[in-house]
């Protein structure tokens, strides 16, 4: 094998384009959301044992949302979060930073995996959204929070039907404020010659700078009393007497239950791993456009924007005028392994510089200021799954694929109701009941993901046909997407 990274990358397979590799010339290789003054000094670190009645493994917005629930919903609950490098460093400080209501990784995905349930798990995942921005605004978190929506635009005539269909869906569940653009409705919004159609979500999607949403969260979650812990890894997990012990490497933390919020991180409960496929996602950022270059492209009401292919970009404004692009490569890494010299990949920030200005040729010119990339935790259904071991006293949400910005809140309301043994309207719901199927052990796991990866490209490129080994993935529940 002559690499361990498996990447699809059809942007890149060609001659290079010079003025797409000059706009790349002075990027910075780190995430713009972190490059931040105001971003706080991280904590010291675990040194010797801690007790507390709840330990939360992981400061993302996983355990973030689960440390402040817990202690809205009980304020004498001891809480201990530790996390192995500072908050936000990982998935939940480099994303674009779309916060959406979806709980499904979209209406259609929801389809076809819950429909009896599909407008229940709508309703919850706007009522979600509603909550995370009254968080926002009750801790007074700064975090760019702009509930402007998104529209999804189709760039390939078959995507024209499939917005069409959804909007047609999104009108039978009455779930949100859906509405379809032509052509020359959705140029009007954001004019880029290859928009062919567009279906707004006015009311489902907030933007938000990902990195102020974890750090004040983590500002909130210490106001109420939560101790954190940063640099502080969990190495192993173990039952000790009535409690649960977490060895860290200077300390240890006894604790009554414990909640893991890993995500694409190895997970202390070893069966779960199957279930996991870490893949990295990469993104770009501009300068600051000015004025005149904001004019050439319209977007005045500031969406956020994805297509609809199968490897599709996502894109969006930043406070200053910035546009992040990202998204389109998958890159696996043999054997799932999550490294910190993997979060760069050259030949993906080429791809992604030279669909910009596909997309956006009136911005010729334009150069961006910071590349980089991540590993995010994608499961075989697309969306996140949930469940508890040593006797219900640990639990864990996990597989969120890239739409956690949102979801993790729910996620750690499900975490919370589980550890409290509450059948309530979460822990009723099959989603939460039911598993993914694992993905298969390696060498397989390598193998399916290339033959799935090439068949999405071949769909892409066929007017969406999805070829036999897709219908066959489809039908077992068990695929691949980003």
């Not at 010659?193 to 567009?198: C, E, N, W």
């Not at 240890?252 to 779960?272: D, I």
């Not at 508890?388 to 956690?404: C, D, E, I, N």
Request: aromatic share 10%; charged share 25%.
């Amino acid at each position: 094998m002559a690499t361990d990274a498996m990447t699809r990358s059809s942007g890149g397979d060609g001659a290079p384009d010079p003025s797409a590799l000059k706009s790349l010339a002075d990027a910075a290789y780190r995430p713009y959301w972190l490059d931040d003054p105001g971003r706080p000094r991280p904590r010291p670190a675990l040194v010797g044992e801690e007790r507390c009645d709840l330990l939360v493994v992981g400061g993302g917005y996983s355990g973030l949302w689960t440390a402040l629930i817990a202690k809205e919903r009980d304020p004498d609950r001891e809480v201990v979060l530790v996390e192995g490098q500072e908050i936000g460093w990982a998935a939940s400080g480099r994303n674009g930073g779309f916060c959406a209501a979806s709980l499904t990784h979209g209406l259609g995905n929801g389809a076809a995996r819950w429909p009896d349930e599909l407008a229940e798990l709508e309703r919850l995942g706007h009522h979600n959204l509603d909550a995370i921005e009254s968080a926002v605004e009750r801790y007074g978190i700064d975090c760019d929070f702009e509930r402007t929506g998104e529209i999804d635009v189709a760039t390939a005539p078959h995507q024209v039907a499939e917005l069409r269909e959804a909007a047609e869906m999104a009108v039978e569940l009455g779930v949100g404020e859906q509405e379809f653009l032509d052509r020359d409705a959705v140029r009007a919004e954001v004019d880029s010659p290859t928009f062919l159609a567009g279906l707004w979500d006015r009311r489902g999607v907030a933007m938000v700078h990902p990195a102020k949403l974890a750090w004040g969260l983590a500002r909130a979650c210490a106001e109420m009393g939560v101790r954190i812990y940063e640099h502080t890894p969990a190495e192993r997990l173990a039952s000790s007497g009535a409690a649960m012990a977490v060895r860290t490497p200077y300390g240890r933390v006894r604790a009554r239950q414990v909640a893991l919020a890993t995500n694409a991180f190895p997970s202390l409960v070893r069966r779960v791993r199957p279930y996991i496929a870490p893949v990295y996602d990469h993104a770009l950022m501009t300068e600051p456009l000015t004025p005149e270059q904001l004019d050439a492209i319209g977007w005045r009401r500031r969406q956020g924007l994805s297509d609809t292919a199968n490897h599709f970009h996502y894109f969006r404004l930043t406070a200053d005028q910035r546009i992040l692009w990202g998204g389109y490569d998958i890159v696996y890494r043999y054997g799932g392994r999550v490294r910190a010299e993997y979060d760069h990949h050259p030949a993906t920030y080429r791809t992604l510089a030279e669909h910009f200005f596909r997309c956006f040729p009136q911005l010729e010119g334009v150069r961006f200021s910071h590349a980089w990339g991540g590993a995010i935790d994608t499961c075989s259904r697309f969306s996140a799954f949930f469940g508890s071991a040593h006797g219900g006293r640990v639990v864990y949400a996990l597989g969120y694929t890239g739409l956690g910005v949102g979801a993790t809140r729910f996620g750690a309301e499900v975490m919370l109701d589980l550890l409290a043994g509450e059948r309530t309207e979460r822990t009723r719901l099959e989603m939460v009941r039911s598993k993914p199927l694992p993905f298969p052990p390696e060498p397989v796991r390598w193998a399916g993901i290339g033959i799935t990866q090439w068949s999405m490209t071949r769909a892409d490129e066929n007017g969406g046909r999805r070829n036999l080994w897709l219908k066959a993935m489809d039908k077992v529940g068990l695929g691949f997407d980003s």
